[in-house]
């Protein structure tokens, strides 16, 4: 994983990692759980911030240890879809700027399902299986909650 960040979205803080942003899918972790996304566009841009400065120091002192790894992901990035009852839900709070299925739709693994921005960044949110779309429950323009059900699958 790469940069580490604290975001408040509606008074709401998250722990946020992200992977390498020179990929077309990046791995990002939300308060430990890993979701793959898509950055429409070009990459941002990160503040790398100041370069490391070198002590002139005749007794220097030794670098701190390494950071514990972070567990692995146990599954799949997206919620699985597909089967009675599943959801896709929202991998952290935004505003729905794209909705591109509809009741009825048969979609496919890996197939675009709503396109939400959150933090600035343009989130693809895929079908994690197979299925058909039973129910669409947001709208263009709306704002959702982390978790909160985007889309019913028969």
Do not use: W
Request: net charge neutral; hydrophobic share 40%.
């Amino acid at each position: 994983m790469g940069k580490t960040f604290r975001l408040t979205v509606n008074d709401k803080t998250y722990g946020v990692e992200i992977g390498d942003l020179s990929q077309s899918t990046i791995e990002v972790r939300v308060d430990g759980e890993m979701f793959s996304v898509r950055l429409e566009g070009d990459a941002p841009e990160l503040d790398r911030g100041p370069a490391p400065v070198m002590s002139m120091a005749h007794n220097p002192v030794a670098p701190p240890p390494p950071a514990a790894p972070l567990p692995k992901a146990k599954g799949p990035s997206t919620p699985p879809a597909g089967g009675d009852g599943k959801v896709l839900t929202a991998p952290m709070p935004g505003v729905v700027l794209a909705v591109r299925v509809k009741a009825g739709d048969r979609v496919k693994r890996g197939e675009e399902m709503v396109l939400l921005e959150s933090m600035k960044m343009e989130l693809n949110i895929l079908a994690g299986a197979d299925g058909v779309v039973k129910k669409v429950c947001v709208t263009q323009g709306q704002n959702v909650a982390h978790g909160a059900i985007l889309v019913e699958f028969q």
